[in-house]
């Protein structure tokens, strides 16, 4: 969050939300996290940041850095497989994200096939990759464009024969006397 302190100097604070000008601090002036310092960093008018000791920094920590990203078309990959494109419109401490006018992108060999999905909120804990999409080089791709009918026809018929597959090779163990444990019987941590 972007606010003024009451010398006109812009800071960003990095955790909840205090009254303008305010920084996270412990008693004597340490920070209640470990390491000490100011929790609040001052950015100048160009941009440029300074840790709470006055020395410039080159980036924020953790996901303060994204800040200069938001507004700007990103990739965002799942971990659940799914891939996502959208405008980055806001983020927090959890790196959850808001996207904003989302396409859900499935690729399936050399074609891929976008389902519009509108807003869109991310839970941090399920991104797996984040990365700004270069919209000059956006264009440039070796891969097909299909309709969304088509690429869901074409990841149906895949799936059906990674099933399939998968049932020989379960067969083929189990005739050898060798088992493989199904996923759903295994413990998610």
């Given at each position: 969050m972007r606010t003024k302190s009451s010398s006109?100097?812009?800071?960003?604070?990095?955790?909840?939300?205090?009254?303008a000008g305010a920084c996270v601090s412990g008693p004597g002036g340490e920070s209640p996290r470990a390491g000490g310092g100011s929790a609040c960093f001052r950015t100048d008018a160009s941009g440029g940041t300074f840790a709470p000791g006055g020395g410039k920094m080159n980036y924020m920590p953790g996901t303060a850095s994204l800040i200069q990203d938001i507004d700007k078309?990103?990739?965002?990959?799942?971990?659940?497989?799914?891939?996502?494109?959208?405008?980055?419109?806001?983020?927090d401490q959890f790196a959850n994200l808001?996207?904003?006018?989302?396409?859900?992108?499935?690729h399936v060999g050399k074609k891929y096939g976008d389902i519009p999905r509108g807003i869109f909120v991310v839970r941090g804990e399920n991104v797996v990759l984040l990365g700004e999409i270069d919209l000059e080089k956006e264009s440039d791709t070796p891969l097909q464009q299909v309709s969304i009918e088509e690429i869901l026809e074409i990841q149906r018929i895949e799936q059906q024969a990674k099933q399939e597959s998968e049932k020989l090779k379960v067969q083929a163990l189990k005739e050898r006397g060798l088992s493989i444990p199904?996923?759903?019987t295994l413990d998610e941590y």
């Open positions: 006109g100097t812009e800071v960003l604070l990095l955790s909840s939300p205090r009254p078309k990103h990739l965002v990959l799942l971990r659940d497989g799914r891939t996502l494109i959208g405008y980055l419109r806001s983020i808001v996207l904003h006018q989302t396409v859900e992108r499935i199904r996923a759903d």
